[in-house]
């Protein structure tokens, strides 16, 4: 199922002119994995923070479950989901970031160049961090359900490695909040409102450009069948590999 | 592209904020989690004072023999669950992952005391596992150290109240079984039967010993000159040999001069006299003699305390 061939598929084209109304730029799923994901990092901290493993343990598999399902809308979702979209090459950003800095005027209706590998780089970083927390214990009682399957002493060290992965992504989200603060107080270029509500003003996107927007039941049926995948791989952990 | 109007920020503005944000932020995370910033002084070698303890200080004597046994297994050289070794004064004074847990002065609010006290049922119970728990004399050590001030030089006498330390443990040296047991193999048979004819009277001193101790005292007056004669073939072996209440004479000087390995030898009460000691000439490894209640003379027993025998004998 593609939106090539999905006949339910949405197309929005940004107005050549620059009307008041806004653009639709990104779709649900996105937004809904965005702002689940800030609520799961949240409470993945505080409960990881309080020893609260058994919430911290549930947290993580659901922000597993979400990346991995971003990750397959990377590739069947909708325009602005897609790697495809937003993954430029290194002249690509590097030009971006010079024309930021001559001010130039420089419109994308989704992620720009440098963000797009911003999201790359948080999407490895966190699916690593999941998977690694599979394998690793709290040093005390708890042990991720993969923790079994490996030596206690690979156990300790990639425990050491989740806690540090953490300090990356949270160094990551500061620099992610930092960008935001730019274009939001000196480009003047709103980008948390747009993640919310969905839109952009036409005069941010660029003029004519034809965004595809992928049925919402794809997006349920993705995240269905990573959920499966995943539950299932945790419920037979042991089994599998006795 | 603003929507509001408002002014933009300028660049120069803008890192300003971020700057003390960032600040803001690594202050925070500093506050939330001391012991990053500790590691990272430790790491850097920038001095951080690495506290040592006096070796007759109530942690050396009291505390840090519990902490060793209980505690570092986990929190040790091979281990540091929580990133926390409990090994070396210098260690627990610097603390694991979520920063110190000791507070000197403050046992309530150290986690190396307050975590002793949790249920079983608490994960964050120490020790953690299936480890028993302390007993209540160490966790009132740990307590009491706490509540001195934590510090590795006061005196053992300085802390009032604090349990008596527990008996210092039996501690069986190894040995080569071996090496034993070859060296008894020649033993053997002699040992059986004269066990069998003398119950209970011959024994090895040891479990890792091929020497003998004799104990005829037991056997009484029924005991004799020719009864000594027949531990013969073990005369080799016996280093101790109890005489006591026996009625062994002088004429067993002979039978007692082939005890060449003798080192504690016991006569009380029995009617030998000076002739009998003219054998200790031939016990070289003889140290300890009592001859209570005999016919030695006192002559002889300086004699033999001059060439630096421990005699006792009824004037003791």
């Given amino acids: ?18 009307p008041p109304e806004g653009v639709r730029v990104w779709d649900l799923p996105v937004r809904l994995f965005h702002w689940l994901l800030v609520l799961l990092i949240v409470s993945l901290w505080i409960t990881a923070i309080r020893g609260w493993m058994t919430v911290h343990y549930i947290a993580g598999v659901s ?26 090459g290194p002249r690509h950003v590097l030009a971006y970031l010079r024309g930021l800095r001559g001010g130039e005027d420089q419109r994308h209706a989704g992620h720009n160049p440098a963000g797009g590998w911003m999201v790359l780089t948080f999407l490895l970083l966190i699916l690593a961090q999941a998977t690694i927390g599979l394998f690793a214990n709290d040093e ?48 003047r270029d709103d980008l948390v409102r747009p993640m919310l509500n969905g839109s952009r003003t036409a005069a941010q996107v660029p003029k004519g450009q034809r ?19 995943i539950v299932l791989l945790i419920v037979n952990a042991r089994r599998m590999f006795e | 592209m603003s929507r509001d109007g408002a002014e933009a920020w300028s660049v120069k503005r803008y890192l300003l904020v971020v700057l003390l944000a960032t600040l803001a932020a690594l202050g925070t995370v500093a506050w939330a989690r001391p012991s990053m910033f500790t590691s990272i002084v430790v790491v850097a070698g920038l001095g951080y004072h690495r506290e ?23 929190h040790g050289p091979r281990l540091q669950r929580a990133r926390l070794r409990l090994d070396t004064l210098g260690d627990v004074k610097l603390g694991g992952k979520n920063g110190a847990v000791v507070k000197a002065g403050h046992p309530q609010e150290s986690e190396l005391f307050t975590r002793l006290l949790l249920p079983k049922s608490d994960k964050r119970a120490m020790p953690a596992g299936n480890k028993p728990p302390l007993s209540p004399d160490e966790i009132k050590v740990i307590e009491l150290w706490i509540a001195s001030g934590a510090s590795g030089r006061t005196a053992v006498a300085a802390i009032a109240g604090a349990p008596p330390p527990p008996p210092a443990p039996i501690v069986i040296a190894n040995f080569d079984a071996e090496a034993v047991a070859r060296a008894r193999a020649p033993l053997k048979d002699a040992l059986e039967s004269l066990s069998a004819r003398y119950p209970g009277a011959i024994a090895y001193l040891s479990r890792d010993s091929a020497d003998l101790s004799v104990d005829a005292q037991r056997l009484g007056a029924a005991f004799t000159d020719a009864n000594l004669a027949e531990l013969a073939p073990l005369a080799a072996a016996v280093t101790r040999l109890d005489l006591s209440n026996t009625a062994v004479t002088d004429g067993a000087t002979a039978t007692l001069a082939a005890f060449e390995r003798l080192e504690t030898l016991r006569l009380n009460e029995t009617k030998v006299g000076d002739e009998l000691l003219s054998a200790t000439a031939n016990l070289r490894n003889l140290q300890s003699l009592t001859v209570i209640g005999t016919r030695v003379t006192p002559d002889r027993v300086a004699q033999l305390r001059q060439k630096g025998l421990r005699v006792h004998d009824a004037r003791d």
């Fill in chain 1, 63 to 88: 922000t597993l479950v979400l990346v991995l399902f971003r990750v397959t809308w990377g590739f069947f979702g909708s325009t602005t989901a897609r790697f495809s979209d937003f993954l430029a």
């Fill in chain 1, 211 to 229: 965004l595809e927007f992928a049925p919402a039941r794809r997006a349920l049926f993705l995240l269905l069948a990573v959920t499966i995948v």
């Fill in chain 1, 140 to 187: 005390f009682a708890f042990k991720g359900p993969f923790a079994e399957w490996i030596s206690g002493k690979r156990s300790d060290l990639l425990t050491r490695i989740h806690v540090f992965l953490f300090d990356a992504i949270l160094v990551c989200i500061w620099l992610h909040l930092c960008a935001i603060t730019f274009y939001v107080k000196v480009k």
């Fill in chain 2, 52 to 74: 040592s303890a006096l070796p007759d200080s109530f942690y050396s004597v009291r505390v840090a023999p519990i902490l060793e046994e209980q505690c570092a297994g986990c």
């Fill in chain 1, 1 to 18: 199922m593609t939106p090539e061939t999905d006949e339910i598929a949405q197309t929005e084209v940004a107005p050549a002119a620059a």
